[in-house]
């Protein structure tokens, strides 16, 4: 198991954040026995098919070249003429081969990770001139690894490759007893044959390299759960930060809901514990809203503020828990307390009104028994 620098142990697989900071940093995982594989076989097979026509060119050009007239060996310009004509034929013949093999070392790499333009990958390090640094890596794991595998392919090739040539020596050694020119043919596609069955070989190291850089890429990035839970802060936000936010969110919300207070119509209490304004307008509402709630000492302001403001402070324990455990601060009452809210309303539009008022004891008023509490 991987551990980090301090020797906490890195058990947690990277977080979506951890891989795209490393892609960022141009770390991404990475074959290059894939590219091998690739390019070697796509040159094989161009080679095969392109390679007659290509070998036909040469021949061609190559008489071209070094069959000329006497007076063009002592004359600079005609002879700079056919070396330059020679360049050109070359350079057009070999032109899609090298246009091929290009394509292929810029297409295969992203076949594993993907396209990825890191300056931070380009910037020099100066740790890399650490002559000390450079000996701790040429002794490393990863370096012992690297080696391991450059004699485990040298091997495989060589042995791929004996195998093959003595499978065709007989026409290997047929070779002397053809005419030259159908020699040469020949010759060419037992090399190119040569090259793709050597190449084939390497597709088994590939197929061991590509999941290994996985694996590898993988291990490199995991994380340590203390490294997890402090990027989940950062994302998140500190728990501290995020509880006083909302605490100040809270102060704010309910200086608000005080100033509010002083609209109410009325206020029901417990009579210490619990405090509701209610206001109603019969002309613009349709059924009585709750300005602002609060128990003990929110309750305990509520009152203070609606004596200074002379507005009706109503007893009725009951209806002042049902509402607040059941009503919302800027919303409507429940339907189910209509009735409830509405006999208290009509007692202080008596009260207002200077009329005689009989009901003075709210505890009895027609309150649901599922929203009642003690």
Do not use: C
Request: glycine share 4%; proline share 5%.
């Amino acid at each position: 198991m991987a551990e980090n620098e301090d020797g906490s142990e890195k058990s947690e697989e990277p977080t979506e954040k951890k891989l795209r900071e490393a892609r960022e940093k141009g770390q991404i995982p990475r074959s290059r026995e894939l590219t091998t594989v690739l390019m070697t076989l796509s040159a094989g097979v161009f080679l095969l098919v392109y390679g007659s026509v290509m070998f036909s060119h040469i021949e061609v050009f190559t008489i071209q070249g070094l069959s000329f007239e006497r007076d063009v060996a002592f004359d600079e310009l005609k002879m700079w003429n056919v070396i330059e004509g020679m360049l050109l034929s070359s350079i057009f013949m070999i032109l899609p081969f090298m246009l091929v093999m290009a394509f292929i070392a810029i297409v295969s790499p992203l076949l594993l990770g993907g396209w990825s333009f890191s300056a931070k990958a380009m910037a020099p390090k100066l740790s890399k001139l650490n002559p000390v640094s450079g000996i701790k890596r040429m002794f490393s794991a990863k370096s012992l690894l690297e080696l391991f595998k450059a004699l485990a392919k040298f091997t495989l090739v060589i042995s791929i490759a004996t195998f093959f040539l003595y499978s065709v020596f007989s026409e290997v050694v047929g070779l002397a007893a053809e005419p030259l020119k159908q020699a040469l043919a020949h010759s060419g596609s037992v090399i190119i044959e040569a090259f793709i069955f050597v190449s084939l070989s390497l597709i088994i190291v590939a197929l061991i390299d590509v999941p290994f850089q996985l694996w590898d890429h993988n291990r490199q990035l995991k994380m340590t759960k203390q490294e997890v839970k402090e990027e989940y802060k950062q994302q998140e936000g500190n728990p501290e930060v995020k509880g006083r936010i909302r605490q100040i969110q809270r102060e704010m919300s309910q200086q608000r809901m005080m100033q509010k207070v002083p609209e109410a119509d009325v206020v029901v209490t417990n009579p210490t514990h619990y405090a509701v304004a209610l206001k109603y307008d019969p002309e613009s509402m349709q059924e009585p809203v709750v300005l602002a709630m609060g128990i003990d000492f929110m309750a305990s302001q509520i009152r203070t503020i609606a004596k200074e403001h002379d507005i009706p402070v109503v007893e009725a324990p009951p209806l002042a828990r049902a509402l607040y455990y059941n009503a919302e601060v800027d919303r409507a009452i429940p339907y189910d307390l209509f009735k409830a809210v509405a006999a208290i309303l009509a007692y202080v539009y008596q009260l207002k009104a200077g009329k005689p008022v009989n009901q003075t004891n709210f505890d009895n008023l027609p309150i649901p028994e599922e929203m009642k509490t003690e």
